[in-house]
Protein backbone atom coordinates (compact mmCIF):
# COMPACT_ATOMS: atom_id res chain seq x y z
CA UNK A 1 0.00 0.00 0.00
CA UNK A 2 1.18 3.44 -0.97
CA UNK A 3 1.55 5.88 2.00
CA UNK A 4 2.82 9.45 1.67
CA UNK A 5 2.86 11.91 5.12
CA UNK A 6 3.00 15.17 5.03
CA UNK A 7 4.18 17.10 8.41
CA UNK A 8 6.13 20.22 8.70
CA UNK A 9 3.05 22.95 8.49
CA UNK A 10 2.11 25.25 11.12
CA UNK A 11 1.36 29.14 11.54
CA UNK A 12 4.31 31.52 10.51
CA UNK A 13 4.84 35.34 9.84
CA UNK A 14 5.11 36.51 6.26
CA UNK A 15 8.92 36.41 5.99
CA UNK A 16 9.24 33.49 7.71
CA UNK A 17 10.52 29.86 7.18
CA UNK A 18 8.95 26.36 7.12
CA UNK A 19 10.03 22.56 6.36
CA UNK A 20 7.61 20.58 5.03
CA UNK A 21 8.18 16.41 5.20
CA UNK A 22 7.48 13.93 3.14
CA UNK A 23 7.20 10.52 4.34
CA UNK A 24 6.85 7.57 1.69
CA UNK A 25 6.07 4.17 1.72
CA UNK A 26 4.77 1.13 -0.19
CA UNK A 27 6.73 1.87 -3.48
CA UNK A 28 10.16 2.26 -4.87
CA UNK A 29 10.76 5.43 -3.66
CA UNK A 30 13.79 5.75 -5.69
CA UNK A 31 11.89 4.89 -9.30
CA UNK A 32 9.56 7.87 -9.24
CA UNK A 33 9.71 11.44 -9.29
CA UNK A 34 7.89 13.67 -6.70
CA UNK A 35 6.53 16.86 -6.49
CA UNK A 36 4.24 19.07 -3.89
CA UNK A 37 1.58 20.56 -4.70
CA UNK A 38 -1.01 22.52 -2.42
CA UNK A 39 -4.94 24.12 -2.62
CA UNK A 40 -5.32 27.48 -0.93
CA UNK A 41 -8.79 28.18 0.54
CA UNK A 42 -11.46 28.85 -2.03
CA UNK A 43 -9.07 27.72 -5.05
CA UNK A 44 -7.85 24.72 -7.51
CA UNK A 45 -4.82 22.73 -6.40
CA UNK A 46 -1.54 24.02 -7.72
CA UNK A 47 1.65 22.10 -8.55
CA UNK A 48 4.86 23.75 -6.82
CA UNK A 49 7.61 22.28 -7.36
CA UNK A 50 8.89 18.78 -8.15
CA UNK A 51 12.10 16.51 -8.13
CA UNK A 52 13.27 14.09 -11.16
CA UNK A 53 13.53 10.26 -9.06
CA UNK A 54 17.42 10.24 -8.61
CA UNK A 55 17.47 14.01 -7.41
CA UNK A 56 19.65 15.64 -10.08
CA UNK A 57 16.78 17.93 -11.70
CA UNK A 58 14.06 20.21 -9.70
CA UNK A 59 11.44 22.61 -10.98
CA UNK A 60 9.18 24.79 -9.98
CA UNK A 61 6.52 27.46 -10.36
CA UNK A 62 7.35 31.08 -10.66
CA UNK A 63 5.90 32.38 -7.74
CA UNK A 64 8.15 29.96 -5.96
CA UNK A 65 11.42 30.10 -7.51
CA UNK A 66 14.05 30.88 -5.49
CA UNK A 67 12.18 31.32 -2.41
CA UNK A 68 11.09 27.15 -1.78
CA UNK A 69 13.82 24.50 -2.16
CA UNK A 70 12.62 21.29 -2.78
CA UNK A 71 15.20 17.95 -1.95
CA UNK A 72 14.98 14.40 -1.50
CA UNK A 73 16.45 11.78 0.61
CA UNK A 74 16.27 8.20 -1.24
CA UNK A 75 18.23 6.27 1.60
CA UNK A 76 15.14 7.54 3.98
CA UNK A 77 12.57 7.63 1.43
CA UNK A 78 11.46 11.15 1.92
CA UNK A 79 10.86 13.80 0.05
CA UNK A 80 11.24 17.72 1.65
CA UNK A 81 10.69 21.31 0.76
CA UNK A 82 12.51 24.27 2.42
CA UNK A 83 10.36 27.04 2.19
CA UNK A 84 11.77 30.64 2.76
CA UNK A 85 10.20 34.51 2.79
CA UNK A 86 6.68 32.90 3.16
CA UNK A 87 3.97 35.38 1.88
CA UNK A 88 0.74 35.33 2.69
CA UNK A 89 -0.55 34.00 -0.73
CA UNK A 90 1.55 31.28 0.15
CA UNK A 91 -1.35 29.80 2.48
CA UNK A 92 -2.48 26.66 1.69
CA UNK A 93 -2.75 22.66 2.20
CA UNK A 94 0.40 21.64 1.15
CA UNK A 95 -0.07 17.75 -0.46
CA UNK A 96 3.27 16.03 -1.63
CA UNK A 97 2.98 13.64 -4.80
CA UNK A 98 3.82 10.35 -6.40
CA UNK A 99 4.52 10.69 -10.37
CA UNK A 100 4.12 7.92 -12.66
CA UNK A 101 7.06 8.55 -13.91
CA UNK A 102 10.96 9.36 -13.29
CA UNK A 103 10.39 12.76 -15.18
CA UNK A 104 8.95 15.43 -13.28
CA UNK A 105 5.87 17.21 -14.34
CA UNK A 106 3.59 20.11 -13.95
CA UNK A 107 0.27 18.31 -14.88
CA UNK A 108 -2.06 16.95 -11.88
CA UNK A 109 -2.92 14.19 -13.59
CA UNK A 110 0.67 12.47 -14.15
CA UNK A 111 0.62 12.01 -10.20
CA UNK A 112 -0.99 8.65 -9.12
CA UNK A 113 -1.08 9.21 -5.23
CA UNK A 114 -1.14 12.16 -2.41
CA UNK A 115 -1.08 12.63 1.01
CA UNK A 116 -3.46 13.90 3.14
CA UNK A 117 -1.68 17.35 3.42
CA UNK A 118 0.05 19.74 5.91
CA UNK A 119 -1.92 23.13 6.86
CA UNK A 120 0.44 26.04 6.37
CA UNK A 121 -0.47 29.80 7.23
CA UNK A 122 0.94 32.65 6.65
CA UNK A 123 -0.02 35.49 8.42
CA UNK A 124 0.72 38.34 11.00
Known amino acids: EVRLVESGGGLVQPGGSLRLSCAAS????????MSWVRQAPGKGVEWVSG????????SYRDSVQGRFTISRDNAKNTLYMQMNSLQTEDTAVYYC?????????????????WGQGTQVTVSS
Open 51 to 58: IKSGGGST
Open 26 to 33: GFTFTNYA
Open 97 to 113: AKSTTVQVGRRLNEYDY
